[in-house]
């Protein structure tokens, strides 16, 4: 029975070419984070080394030359204000881009849909003590924790993990909401009855019968999260818990960038190509997935509703 | 019914001292001394220990959250040096910084974040739910596309990015809006609504990708539901099966999530209101913390937490509502 | 200290962190869009009275007592409202460091070896309700600065005056006849009763202080909120906690009696809380009222710079600033390695101010520091260099120093530096710093801290780390303020903000501060301190980095601006807008 779902689910992922893109795509960033001392190094340059010849001093930093100081040397620029090589510290800024927003996304939704279910299925009781400090998280301002955090947290202690906590810790509110709500409307629905009417235990319950059907927008959401994360992780640097510099990030370099982007477009432009080209590829992977695992139908099947199973048969028709 | 408020109303106290506790207790490891920063950075010892004095932080924490608490209960006379400011209950204290009431401080930047909130929540909704229903029901299309890529854009940059641009184009180079600031309501509602348009824009653009992709996913599913296609069987004119059952489908994930959204947009566009100059909670905020300034970061922060509160419980309602009716039909 | 604006000194003005945020994130594309009409901007055509001043700011005018408030209040709104007993020349550039009479008939009259100054007011002064000013009013502003509920101020009237450093302000101590060391024998005459010899005593008269408050009209802790004003313009609203302010024209100022302040237009629009870059962006478009608008707050900055070189209807509007300021790299010798001078000198000669002055927003708005006085004549600055490395630093010569001192394969040495995105003591300057001593087998860690938290620790004796980034600004452009703080034993602060960096107590060094107070001759004191600077700077305990320069834009319909070098702000006492 495993197998063959498994196999449903990957068959109807592999057959969009949407899908197929999207994942290529993501492994692609994700090769280019890995192997960023590679490419730099096959560039000759490092993401530290300052190059002052390289900008005008007089007029700001502005690289010297077309396009943000383009060259055989400096393939993407470099940086205005120091002459970094912008090649080299957007591959840098991608893996603790990347680190820090999918570390953060996972934590927010392992976290989100605990709470969210627990709260949905629980009783009164628990529903209301759950909401209520969902509500408290959400009133306070990731500034107030921030600068209390700085203090009591070792300079030592790494950053890419302490921005996975900080943010997966704070901000997971939209998440436990999300599945709150759904997880009240499904509680009605038939089959999800007929199996507390039958006996089956909340935990049994939420297993079998409402995280299938919750996959469907945890995962449309939580592939949203992955940017705004990455956002938010940018804001988090003036409080002075974002990456250490000389350390790069996306969000670091969009924020440094947003000043420039009549003098030199391109410096702006290059992380906001990444990050949207990631989300973009994150959504259409989403969308995939969320059709392939299609969750009505399985759990239909297992209750035994005939509609779930012509559905089945229709849809891989269709496929 | 009088239970239901009765325990909402219990929530949000329960809520709103939970807040005040942990603000303070936050205060209590953050760096910086308000003496110091309202003495200012030459003081002396001598100095630093009457400012103390002054502004009551040579008691113990606890005693100070009692007096805060007792305070909120029965007012509280503060000495102005030449005189007495009685500052009436609710009172929330006085600024450590510039002595003013803290009440007073909220209650000119509530109104500014209240108007950027709510008309941003317009936008993003319809923009957001409208760009989800398109991209459900007409797959494909050049319109969906565009507001798609346009969603998804916002999404993934940064307010700031975003507000800019919007100033540069609208305010500077074409000149067909005003550099905002801010109007009040009763004084000029057109004005009102011109000088925020571009804020309201700016965080629309941010928040409304989640709207559209969790309408559009909501609205799949419940259309591919068994009932609906029963409806369309029956010959149920596509608009009416849209209208009246699918997008119901989509309702639950959106009223929650705007109600997380609209309470946080309360503090947390803090952003926004800098870039755009609006006197705001936001703004407020982030001077205060700096300083240091206890009284106002509470009084905000329970601001705030009053926003969210209320924000959850009118979701709670709309969703019953919506509820109700998914289970009748 | 460490701020972005230079405006108003050491650190009070308590930075906005997102209005730092976004300044830092933003402080961008200000260009050419508006539509480029063809007034007449700038100094060219004559002044003329009328109109409405519009003041864009980023800073609110939170603290509007002239007690709170920490400087001379410059060239900005508070110098509108209240006048002093001296104050600073109204002139462009150098001739803007001198000190003028103000309320007073002259600057001061010394006696007693400096430790007597005594002051006439001018005839005719009144307050904006038409009651005359009294000796009496300036004592009474200068009194209530001393109450803990008024605190925020500079610390040399405690420190300078007979019987300051017990005096607890007029509202605590209301028997008494206040502080008997200012006298008033009559109406006219003021005389203060100092400690020791201070020559620069007329300099410290132009702050706020020394404003002349109606005790009839203290209302303590709210007389913020209508300051009564003294000066050619009187608050008309005050909203938002200073967000806003309008100010007319008080008819009770007199042309006459003020010889400073200009006072062009009939209405000063002041609107705050707006973003660096967005004011930037208002004063280049110049649509509507923002024609005829000023900043005193907003700095461009680097990308707007680069945007602006383009553009020669922009570059016409933009004014430089300079102000008393110097960024360093600050040393406590009592943590090793910093005890080795070879050390020190090694860091000195490694560092690349080229590097420095490029994350500080490039040569436009820094200029590299080779001497800890602000390369300007009135601090008595001349040119040098104690270990001249060139401008982009000697690493060669500082592996040799670290050799001799032991350090022959590398060293790791950490720096702390404040996370505020401000460019004195920001991360930018920090990494460009930390990279430039690679090269000299320095290895740096970078210790950001929080900006409070960053403040605790560079300022506490005990707690002090060895090498940090460090910022001072001048209260009045001259040696005495710049340098006695920094380097004299006697003002190391044990349980407050400690300055003394080096924690420096050298009796010959002392004693040379003090010889230098005596000299009421401003020219010859200048020279001195120049000579003691040079002496301190062969020490290496700091490596100057940069002074700032402050690049001003204006609105298209600006004209008669005014930068004085007393603090670099465009002066709106001066401007005109008709």
């Not at chain 1, 984070?33 to 190059?51: I, K, M």
């Not at chain 2, 928040?207 to 010959?235: C, M, N, P, V, W």
Request: aromatic fraction near 8%; include cysteine.
């Amino acid at each position: 029975m495993t197998n063959r779902r498994e196999s449903g689910t990957w068959g109807r992922l592999r057959a969009r070419p949407g899908a197929v893109v999207a994942a290529a795509v993501l492994a692609a960033l994700a090769l280019l984070a890995l192997a960023a001392p590679l490419l730099a190094a096959l560039e000759g340059q490092d993401p530290t080394t300052y190059h002052d010849d390289l900008i005008d001093s007089a007029r700001g930093g502005v690289p010297l030359g077309p396009y943000g100081g383009v060259s055989g040397a400096h393939w993407l620029g470099v940086e205005p204000g120091t002459g970094r090589d912008l090649f080299a510290r957007l591959l840098y800024g991608a893996r603790i881009s990347l680190l820090v927003a999918l570390g953060a996304t996972v934590l927010q939704v392992v976290i989100g849909v605990g709470v969210g279910l627990a709260a949905g299925l629980g009783g009164r009781f628990a529903d209301t003590v759950l909401s209520r400090l969902t509500d408290v998280l959400v009133a306070l301002p990731m500034l107030v924790c921030g600068v209390a955090l700085t203090s009591v947290v070792p300079a030592d202690f790494p950053r890419p993990l302490l921005l996975v906590v900080v943010i997966g810790l704070l901000n997971w509110g939209g998440t436990s909401r999300v599945v709150r709500a759904q997880t009240l409307s499904l509680k009605k629905l038939d089959h999800v009855a007929a199996a507390r009417l039958g006996g089956s235990g909340p935990w049994r319950v939420a297993r079998r019968e409402l995280l299938p059907a919750l996959a469907a927008p945890v995962i449309t959401y939580a592939a949203l999260l992955v940017p705004t994360n990455i956002v938010v992780e940018a804001s988090l640097s003036f409080l002075g818990i974002g990456v250490k510099p000389p350390t790069s990030s996306w969000g670091q370099m969009l924020s440094t960038a947003t000043t420039w982007f009549r003098a030199d477009p391109l410096y702006v432009l290059l992380p906001a190509a990444f990050l949207f080209v990631t989300v973009l590829a994150l959504t259409v992977l989403g969308d995939a997935v969320r059709a392939a695992l299609d969750p009505r139908e399985r759990s239909r099947l297992r209750v035994g509703t005939p509609g779930g199973r012509r559905l089945r048969r229709e849809r891989s028709a269709a496929a | 019914m009088t239970g239901y408020v009765l325990r909402k109303l219990g929530g949000a106290l329960l809520v709103l001292f939970l807040l005040s506790v942990v603000v303070y207790l936050l205060f209590y490891v953050a760096p910086g001394d308000p003496a110091r920063l309202a003495c200012g950075p030459r003081c002396d010892a001598g100095q630093i220990r009457q400012v103390r004095d002054q502004l009551g932080l040579d008691e113990s924490l606890v005693a100070q959250y009692l007096h805060f608490l007792q305070a909120i209960g029965t007012g509280r006379d503060f000495s102005t040096g030449t005189g007495v400011l009685h500052c009436p209950a609710p009172c929330f204290g006085l600024s450590y910084q510039n002595g003013q009431p803290v009440t007073t401080l909220l209650g000119d930047r509530l109104p500014v974040t209240a108007s950027l909130a709510c008309g941003a929540m317009v936008l993003w909704l319809l923009l957001g739910v409208g760009t989800g229903l398109l991209s459900a029901l007409r797959r494909g299309g050049p319109a969906e596309r565009v507001l798609t890529v346009l969603t998804l854009t916002g999404t993934a940059t940064p307010v700031f990015v975003t507000g800019l641009l919007l100033l540069m184009l609208f305010c500077a180079s074409l000149q067909w809006l005003p550099f905002p600031s801010y109007v009040p309501l009763t004084e000029d509602p057109e004005q009102w609504a011109w000088n925020l348009l571009l804020p309201w824009t700016a965080l629309a653009l941010l928040e409304s990708a989640k709207y559209a992709r969790l309408t559009r996913s909501a609205t799949l599913e419940t259309l591919a539901e068994d009932h609906i296609r029963t409806f369309r069987a029956y010959g149920l004119r596509e608009r009416a099966v849209v209208g009246r059952h699918a997008l119901r489908g989509a309702l639950p994930p959106v009223i929650a999530l705007n109600a997380i959204d609209l309470g946080t947009m309360f503090g947390g566009a803090m952003l926004t209101e800098t870039l755009f100059g609006l006197p705001g909670l936001g703004q407020l905020l982030v001077h205060s913390v700096r300083t240091v300034d206890l009284p106002v970061v509470v009084g905000t922060v329970l601001g705030i937490g009053a926003a969210v509160v209320v924000a959850s419980a009118v979701a709670d309602v709309l969703y019953a509502l919506a509820d109700r009716r998914v289970t009748l039909t | 200290m460490a701020e972005p604006v230079p405006s108003s000194h050491p650190s009070r003005t308590a930075t906005r962190a997102a209005a730092a945020v976004v300044a830092a994130v933003l402080a961008g594309g200000a260009a050419a869009c508006g539509p480029k009409d063809a007034g007449a901007g700038g100094t060219g055509a004559a002044p003329a009275e009328g109109g409405t001043l519009t003041v864009l700011n980023s800073e609110p005018q939170t603290n509007f007592d002239p007690a709170r408030l920490y400087t001379s209040g410059g060239g900005k709104v508070p110098t509108l409202v209240f006048r002093t007993l001296t104050t600073r020349n109204r002139a462009d550039g150098a001739a803007g460091t001198k000190v003028v009479p103000d309320l007073a008939t002259d600057t001061g009259r010394p006696s007693k070896g400096a430790t007597v100054w005594t002051y006439t007011l001018k005839d005719g002064l009144k307050f904006e309700d038409g009651t005359p000013i009294t000796s009496a009013d300036v004592k009474y502003g200068i009194e209530r600065s001393f109450a803990p509920e008024l605190s925020g101020g500079a610390p040399y009237l405690r420190d300078w005056l007979v019987g300051g450093d017990t005096y607890e302000g007029p509202y605590k101590d209301t028997g008494k006849g206040g502080l008997r060391s200012i006298e008033t024998p009559d109406d006219k005459t003021l005389v203060f009763h100092l400690r020791k010899p201070e020559g620069e005593f007329p300099l410290l008269a132009t702050q706020t202080q020394f404003a002349p408050v109606p005790r009839a009209k203290d209302t303590g802790t709210k007389y913020e909120q209508h300051p009564v004003s003294s000066g050619p313009y009187k608050v008309v609203s005050n909203t938002g906690d200073g967000e806003h302010l309008v100010l007319e024209r008080n008819p009770h100022w007199s042309r006459r009696t003020d010889d400073q302040r200009h006072a062009y237009p009939d209405t000063i629009d002041v609107k705050s809380g707006l973003d660096p870059a967005v004011i930037n962006q208002r004063l280049s478009t110049g649509s509507g009222a923002d024609a005829a608008a000023v900043t005193t707050d907003t700095n461009l900055g680097p990308a707007e710079l680069a945007q602006i070189a383009a553009d020669p209807e922009l570059k016409k509007r933009v004014g430089t600033g300079h102000f008393g300021y110097t960024n360093y790299l600050a040393f406590n010798p009592k943590v090793k390695p910093f005890d080795d001078p070879k050390v020190r000198a090694a860091l000195a000669y490694a560092v690349n101010r080229q590097s420095v002055v490029n994350a500080a927003g490039g040569s436009s708005l820094a200029e590299p520091a080779t001497t800890f006085l602000p390369n300007q004549k009135s601090f008595g600055y001349a040119p040098d260099d104690p270990f001249p490395a060139g401008p982009t630093g000697n690493p060669q010569k500082a592996r040799q120093l670290l050799e001799e001192a032991g350090y022959a394969h590398g060293l790791t040495i950490t720096l702390t530096h404040s996370t505020a995105k401000d460019f004195a003591t920001s991360p930018d300057v920090a990494t460009a710093v930390q990279e430039s001593l690679k090269k000299a087998g320095i290895t740096v860690k970078l210790a950001g801290l929080e900006d409070n938290a960053y403040k605790d620790k560079v300022h506490s004796v005990t707690d002090e780390p060895g090498l940090f980034l460090g910022g001072w600004g001048a209260d009045w452009p001259s040696g005495g303020p710049f340098l006695a703080p920094i380097f004299d034993g006697r003002q190391i602060v044990k349980d407050a903000y400690n300055f003394n960096h080096a924690q420096l107590d050298d009796p010959a060094v002392n004693h040379e501060i003090d010889e230098i107070n005596k000299l009421t001759d401003l020219t010859a004191a200048a020279k001195r301190w120049g000579a003691l600077d040079r002496t301190l700077g062969r020490r290496a305990l700091s490596v100057p980095l940069f002074h700032p320069v402050y690049k001003r834009l204006y609105g298209k319909d600006v004209k008669n601006v005014v930068i004085s070098d007393w603090d670099g702000v465009l002066d709106i006492s001066q401007v005109s807008v008709k």
